[in-house]
């Protein structure tokens, strides 16, 4: 893979739903191993552009360049596999699961048997299903799961989902991390721990970008800050220019 300076060029980026611009023309570089914050206030296109970077919106115009390879026309498995992980906005855990089984549900796209092998249980399959157990329980642990990896998904305490949800968007070994609104609805020692686990994997080499309302946790990680209003990029910094940037606080305070 390319290792320039920059992961992700996201360029001159027009989304349009009939007639509305929810992102007019944006361009946005994020530096490799930097966790890069996109805040706005609500409808200002920050999940459409998640969206348009994990192939489920085909831009109107404009081009994403994940490591210096155009993403926009491939599916969202085939980015996926890329190396752009995501979580969602609204928690996507398979209920009934445990928390083991919602990662290895991650993994699965990493296994080499095939279908034939795993129904007959042939030793390449149990190989690979014991190392990815393997793999599972030390993502789990990561994010300090490793107790409740036979929990169903749907007892877990909310900010527990929100770190399986993390956990298993790691399970994919990305190189670019999307998280939306990770802090939403979290406690405020939930969002203690988010901050340390978002810096871990930071440290782990992966860049991320961070979309996030809770002010305090977009200034005290983020390396830098784009933001965007009615689908328009308008600042971009580091935490102490956006917080004293003019625009960006008639923004909020208009909004
Ligand atoms: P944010 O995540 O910043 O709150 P969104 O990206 O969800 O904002 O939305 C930006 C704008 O695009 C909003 O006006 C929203 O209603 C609109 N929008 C998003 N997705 C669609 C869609 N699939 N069809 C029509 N409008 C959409
Ligand atoms: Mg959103």
Redesign the pocket.
Known sequence: ADKGPNILNIESILMQ?GG?K?LNLVDISIKRGTVHGLI?P????????MNVLTGIYIPTAGDVKFENQSVVGKTSSEIALSGIARTFQNVQLFGEMTALENILVGLHHSFESNLFEVSLHLPRYLREESSARHRALGLLKFVGLESLANEEARNLPYGKQRMLEIARALALDPNLLLLDEPAAGLTAPDIKELLTVIRKIRDHGITIIL?EHHMDVVMSVCDKISV?DF?EKIAEGVASEIQSNAKVIEAYLGG
Do not use: D, E, P, Q
Request: aromatic share 6%.
């Open positions: 739903f509305l929810a706005g609500n409808g200002s296109g920050k999940s459409t552009m979309i965007l689908g």
